[in-house]
């Protein structure tokens, strides 16, 4: 019998490594409009951009265009931290990931933070719940990685969200000062100075980078790497594009910011869509950990058997596994990508 449990908390710490492999992978690969910006800028790299381009005809490289695409395509390389090729995220790549969330914090901050984190959840573990030291430490290590990695990627989420909801109204101040007359260079400032929120400091920071005599491609090239948003990397490319071949940057820009609100309604309404099969996902996911709650105010002698009994712990690791699998499924059906 002894035998029979040791090798089911080996099998279960096996399984817990693995899933933890799998998170750190996850936290290493970049998103859905990551990959989209990528085969965007490869496009840009092959066409140059440009209208009627053949994808078989490369253009001349020293092209500024192709020299922000070549800069920004490199800087999605560096963030992506080497894919699968390494399980462990790179420092820059949780650099980037608090600079997008918007915290003024250090990678060895976050790190310490993980660590309490682990430290307290392998306490909780071992003395309170009474697991094994495998299962503890498994379980310990999963939460010092989950959570911080949750907490910095809703973050960045809520901040991008933010960030897209002002890009229209400074693309339309970038509009009417170009029609004003006012160099591009003056319109991203007034951006900085008028607008607030997110949008606001990362127009600042492009202002700033052009004012000691970094290019604007370059200097926008470095903003699409902290925001990693396909609708800003457009303004960047439809910049980059114009300053090289001309025409009318005004009506350029005015296509894209009715395009992006555009986006911004299909997304909306998707949301709203979606709305009822998200409550339903968070009642019914919230359901067992109520009723365990009033089990234990209740009836702490009954429900106990789940925490104290070997046969306990299979059910409740069988239900946590099963809960888990059901929000990824109702979290896939519930998103779209467009």
């Given at each position: 019998?002894?035998?029979?449990?040791?090798?089911?908390?080996?099998?279960?710490?096996?399984?817990?490594?693995?899933?933890?492999?799998?998170?750190?992978?996850?936290?290493?690969?970049?998103?859905?409009?990551?990959?989209?910006?990528?085969?965007?800028?490869?496009?840009?790299?092959?066409?140059g951009g440009l209208p009627?381009?053949?994808?078989?005809?490369?253009?001349?490289?020293?092209?500024?265009?192709?020299?922000?695409?070549?800069?920004?395509?490199?800087?999605?390389?560096?963030?992506?931290?080497?894919?699968?090729?390494?399980?462990?995220?790179?420092?820059?790549?949780?650099?980037?990931?608090?600079?997008?969330?918007?915290?003024?914090?250090?990678?060895?901050?976050?790190?310490?933070?993980?660590?309490?984190?682990?430290?307290?959840?392998?306490?909780?573990?071992?003395?309170?719940?009474?697991?094994?030291?495998?299962?503890?430490?498994?379980?310990?290590?999963?939460?010092?990685?989950?959570?911080?990695?949750?907490?910095?990627?809703?973050?960045?989420?809520?901040?991008?969200?933010?960030?897209?909801?002002?890009?229209?109204?400074?693309?339309?101040?970038?509009?009417?000062?170009?029609?004003?007359?006012?160099?591009?260079?003056?319109?991203?400032?007034?951006?900085?100075?008028?607008?607030?929120?997110?949008?606001?400091?990362?127009?600042?920071?492009?202002?700033?980078?052009?004012?000691?005599?970094?290019?604007?491609?370059?200097?926008?090239?470095?903003?699409?790497?902290?925001?990693?948003?396909?609708?800003?990397?457009?303004?960047?490319?439809?910049?980059?594009?114009?300053?090289?071949?001309?025409?009318?940057?005004?009506?350029?820009?005015?296509?894209?910011?009715?395009?992006?609100?555009?986006?911004?309604?299909?997304?909306?309404?998707?949301?709203?869509?979606?709305?009822?099969?998200r409550a339903s996902a968070?009642?019914?996911?919230?359901?067992?950990?109520?009723?365990?709650?009033?089990?234990?105010?209740?009836?702490?002698?009954?429900?106990?058997?789940?925490?104290?009994?070997?046969?306990?712990?299979?059910?409740?690791?069988?239900?946590?596994?099963?809960?888990?699998?059901?929000?990824?499924?109702?979290?896939?059906?519930?998103?779209?990508?467009?």
């Amino acid at each position: 019998m002894i035998e029979l449990l040791q090798a089911n908390s080996l099998l279960l710490g096996g399984l817990c490594i693995v899933l933890i492999l799998v998170i750190m992978a996850l936290m290493t690969m970049g998103s859905a409009d990551e990959r989209r910006l990528q085969k965007r800028l490869s496009q840009v790299a092959v066409t140059g951009g440009l209208p009627g381009a053949k994808p078989g005809k490369k253009s001349d490289p020293s092209s500024p265009t192709l020299k922000a695409a070549a800069n920004q395509r490199r800087a999605s390389k560096a963030a992506e931290g080497g894919g699968m090729g390494s399980l462990l995220p790179s420092v820059d790549l949780l650099t980037l990931k608090l600079e997008r969330a918007g915290l003024n914090i250090s990678v060895s901050t976050m790190l310490i933070i993980a660590a309490g984190l682990a430290l307290f959840a392998l306490l909780l573990f071992a003395l309170v719940l009474k697991l094994g030291f495998l299962v503890s430490l498994t379980g310990a290590l999963a939460v010092g990685i989950a959570l911080p990695s949750y907490f910095v990627s809703s973050a960045g989420k809520k901040r991008g969200a933010r960030f897209l909801k002002d890009l229209p109204d400074a693309i339309d101040l970038i509009v009417r000062s170009v029609k004003s007359g006012l160099p591009v260079s003056e319109a991203i400032f007034a951006i900085s100075r008028d607008l607030k929120g997110p949008a606001a400091v990362e127009f600042t920071k492009i202002s700033d980078q052009m004012r000691i005599g970094i290019p604007l491609e370059d200097a926008f090239a470095r903003s699409v790497r902290r925001i990693g948003l396909s609708d800003f990397a457009f303004l960047s490319i439809s910049l980059s594009i114009t300053q090289e071949t001309g025409g009318n940057l005004g009506e350029t820009l005015t296509n894209l910011s009715r395009l992006l609100r555009l986006r911004q309604q299909m997304h909306l309404k998707i949301h709203a869509l979606t709305s009822e099969a998200r409550a339903s996902a968070i009642i019914v996911g919230s359901l067992p950990f109520l009723v365990v709650g009033a089990l234990m105010v209740l009836n702490p002698d009954y429900i106990n058997t789940l925490f104290t009994d070997p046969t306990g712990h299979k059910v409740l690791y069988f239900a946590g596994g099963s809960l888990g699998l059901g929000f990824l499924v109702m979290g896939k059906l519930v998103r779209f990508d467009f």
